[in-house]
């Protein structure tokens, strides 16, 4: 079964610390996958996605096959990042394209 | 990018009724999808939106309690219906200008059910 799991509800750090939110998952084909965030009083957006292999606002995500993991790291964390992420997984099949989430790590940057 | 806007925002509701939600998208997108996302739980897909046909739903979604429109690229509903406090829920609109493209959420429409 396809599964997404992040195993914090909430991390705290302090700014300038380094961060970093795990993400593991559980799919029998090849996967793709993102980060997605969502600020106070926002909507959700995506901060990044594997096959992107970008830099977003100082977090980067390598996606380890063998570990089934996709981490999202930040060397220095910053108040503004405070915020909910969801790592997600696309999936494929029967609804093509949607993705599946996991249940959130909620980030809080103390000054 | 696509900017979605969803209405209402918000709505309290009581038991037995009905209500329905619009999603906008501010240009054409292949797919459109609703999710639901429970108090202190993660997204879960409800279904996706077919243009002229009807929804894809996924497991444990019925379109007798969430029946779906979406008559052109731009534009769905979903209908929450014969409501029970179970269905308090934060719901969303997502949209993808191709099956592999970039997911884009609306704001969400936060119901709570009496």
């Known amino acids: 079964a396809q599964r997404v799991t992040q195993p914090e509800k909430l991390l705290s750090v302090f700014k300038g610390a380094p961060v970093e939110l795990k993400c593991n998952y559980s799919?029998?084909?090849?996967?793709?996958l993102f980060w997605y965030v969502q600020y106070s009083r926002q909507r959700l957006q995506l901060l990044l996605r594997h096959i992107s292999r970008e830099s977003i606002k100082g977090f980067t995500a390598d996606l380890n096959k063998g570990e089934t993991s996709f981490h999202l790291k930040k060397p220095f964390a910053q108040e503004e990042d405070s915020a909910m992420y969801y790592c997600?997984?696309?999936?494929?099949?029967?609804?093509?394209?949607?993705?599946?989430f996991g249940k959130g790590t909620k980030l809080s940057v103390k000054p | 990018s696509a900017v979605i806007s969803q209405k209402p925002s918000r709505d309290i509701c009581q038991r037995g009724t009905s209500l329905t939600i619009q999603c906008q998208v501010d240009s054409q997108v292949t797919m459109m999808f609703w999710y639901r996302q429970q108090p202190g739980q993660s997204l879960t897909l409800i279904a996706t939106a077919n243009q002229g046909s009807e929804a894809t739903y996924e497991s444990g979604f019925v379109i007798d309690k969430f029946p779906i429109s979406r008559p052109n690229l731009t534009f769905s509903t979903l209908t929450v219906s014969n409501m029970s406090p179970e269905d308090s829920s934060i719901y969303l609109c997502s949209g993808a200008g191709a099956p592999l493209g970039t997911q884009y959420f609306g704001p969400g429409t936060r119901l709570l059910v009496l």
């Open positions: 997600a997984l696309r999936a494929y099949g029967g609804s093509q394209g949607n993705l599946i």
């Open positions: 799919y029998s084909g090849s996967p793709e």
